[in-house]
Each structure stands twice: as C-alpha cells, then as structure tokens.
C-alpha cells in the first residue's frame, strides 16, 4: 500500500518516517515553514534510539492549486491534522482523481488517526470507506523539519477498525504495515469505543496548555474536566474503555522515555500554543463534552471554562502554561 499523511505534525511525521523507514511509498502533506523543510532536507525523526531522516516527497494543500502525488486506488490517505482543520482537508481531498477511474472520496481508504471522535462522522459524509485510529504516541513538533518521538520500544500505540463499528481486510492490512513500521497496532471491532475512552484522557490537554503541568490547579482540574465528561457519556450512553482498561492494553509495552536528556514537553494543545499557531482543538475536546451536556441536559461548567480561557490564550497569544488562574475561576 502507498500512504499520503495529510498534516505532517508530531503524529504524521512520525507515522510518515516510520513506515518511509520500513520501505513503504510515503507522501507527506503539510504548509508553510515545515513543507519547505521536507522539501529541501527532509524530515527528520528523533527517538530514543537516535535519528532517522527520511527524504520523501513533499506537498501542499490541493485547495490551494499545490500540486498533489498521484493516487493510485492502493493509497491510503493518512488524516492527521488537528481537528478544527479536517472540514477544510476533507473537501480539498474527497474529489480528486484516482488512477483507473473515480474519486479520492469512493475508492481510497482514509484513516483519521486524529484526537476527539468528531472527526469520524465530518469524513464518512464525504467518504466511502473511513477507519478511525485511536492513537496513543507520545510525539512533539516545535521546528521545522524535525520530530521528536518518545515512545518505547514502539513508538506508540495505534488501534483502528471501521467506521461505524466493525473491521476488514483492507484494517489488516494497514495494521500489517504499521507493525512492520515499529507501531503496536490492535485492529478492533469497537474502535470508537476506545476514542471515547482518548477524549477523556484528552480533557487535560487544553488544562495543562492553560497553566502547565506542575501548577496548584491542574491535578483538580484535570479530576474536574473528566468528571464532567464520564457524566456526559453516561448519560448519552456512549460506551467508553476505563482507566484501567487502556492501562492494562498500554502495560508496559511502551514507555514515554527522554529523548536527548529531555522528556515530552507537552500535549498537542500545549504545543500549539508554544508554536502560537492560531488555533488549537480544544473546542473538538472539552468542546465535545461541552456539546453531549447541553444535549443530555448535563452541567459541563468546568470544560465551558476550560473552552472559554484556552480560546482567549489564542486570541490574547498567551504563552502555554502562562495563563493566570484567577481569570479561569473568575
């Protein structure tokens, strides 16, 4: 199979170098200061085992007239953009031509390894055939043209089936390919059940982006955030895995390790706002839980807050973890 990652971030570029390195046809998809990096050095991977520099083609945008690789119907297309971009990159994809006849949309297999569980319904109104991924892969993009991954001895943890509900061959395959690459790579039948299960994991993040992981404030906000959430999912009915589920799947088979001296520096959200980016994902995080309490009638106040504060870090371009808590509870 060919791969095109769409968002050559922390989780595309470590997916797109990994299964580059394991002698796959890899494209990678990505804008401004990190295409021009691909283009002219490559990316480069840094893991505990050292670095890896796959030179690979690089794209654009095809809403912006970019040139796009050839897709073949062998081509699975990779989502790994932030939440609050997929709308934008589904359109730009979904009617592009394929080798032999048809579209992006009716013939490729596209996989959203992808945080939040909005995602999955914006791509199967336009796709045939989508594969959630519920991805655990402990990676950080602060410069152009290079990766850290911290995961070990795997580089994470990527669980994927279809969409609703339900697997196939096509799931096996590409789980085939991202073990060879250096992944774990369950394929299950409830993959949205384990998604859920990341979404509350994921409340934190906007949490520890506003004030950083050692404040007076985060560890109850992060109890508070996931409280409000399991409420929300209860009454919605919407099955989730448990803390002690996804810990005993993880075990010890991977391990966030340093990398050059230095651990993981923070979440996606944390490090959009250290990339100052202009916008982050977290109304597709708290914003999901915030959305299922005022449909079930279950009180999201802490996750509104949350939502509120991290969009004016945005607006206000403060730094991550400098946000002042008195504004929160204010």
């Not at 923070?266 to 914003?287: F, H, I, K, M, P």
């Not at 449909?295 to 949350?306: G, K, L, Q, S, Y």
């Amino acid at each position: 199979m060919r791969y095109v990652i769409v968002g050559t971030g922390a989780v595309g570029g470590t997916i797109g170098v990994r299964l580059s390195r394991a002698g796959l046809d890899v494209a990678l998809v990505a804008r401004g200061a990190q295409l021009e990096a691909i283009r002219e050095r490559g990316l480069t991977l840094v893991t505990p085992d050292g670095e890896h520099t796959a030179e690979v083609p690089g794209y654009g945008d095809p809403a912006t007239g970019a040139d796009v690789p050839t897709l073949t119907p062998d081509t699975v297309l990779v989502l790994t953009v932030k939440s609050q971009d997929t709308e934008a990159a589904l359109r730009a994809w979904a009617d592009l031509p394929v080798v032999g006849g048809g579209t992006a949309s009716e013939r490729l297999a596209l996989l959203t390894a992808q945080n939040g569980v909005a995602n999955e319904t914006a791509a199967a109104r336009l796709f045939d055939r989508v594969y959630p991924v519920c991805v655990w892969l402990p990676a950080t993009y602060l410069e152009p043209g290079r990766v850290v991954a911290s995961g070990h001895p795997y580089s994470g943890m990527l669980h994927l089936g279809g969409y609703p509900d339900g697997s196939d061959g096509t799931a096996r395959r590409i789980a085939e390919d991202l073990v060879a690459a250096g992944f774990l790579a369950p394929v299950r039948d409830d993959v949205m059940r384990w998604k859920y299960g990341k979404l509350l994991r994921n409340l934190g993040n906007a949490v520890e982006a506003l004030f950083g992981r050692d404040s007076g404030a985060v560890e109850e906000l992060y109890e508070a955030v996931r409280a409000e959430g399991e409420a929300v999912l209860g009454k919605a009915g919407i099955a989730h895995t448990s803390v002690a589920e996804e810990a005993a799947e993880r075990g010890d088979r991977i391990q966030s390790v340093p990398v050059g001296g230095a651990g993981r520096q923070g979440s996606s959200t944390w490090q959009s706002l250290a990339r100052d980016t202009g916008s982050v994902e977290t109304d597709y995080l708290n914003g999901e839980i915030v959305l299922l309490g005022r449909r079930h009638d279950v009180p999201t106040p802490v996750n509104a807050a949350i939502q509120r504060a991290i969009r004016q870090a945005v607006r206000e371009r403060i730094p991550a973890g400098a946000f002042p808590r008195a504004r929160l509870f204010r």
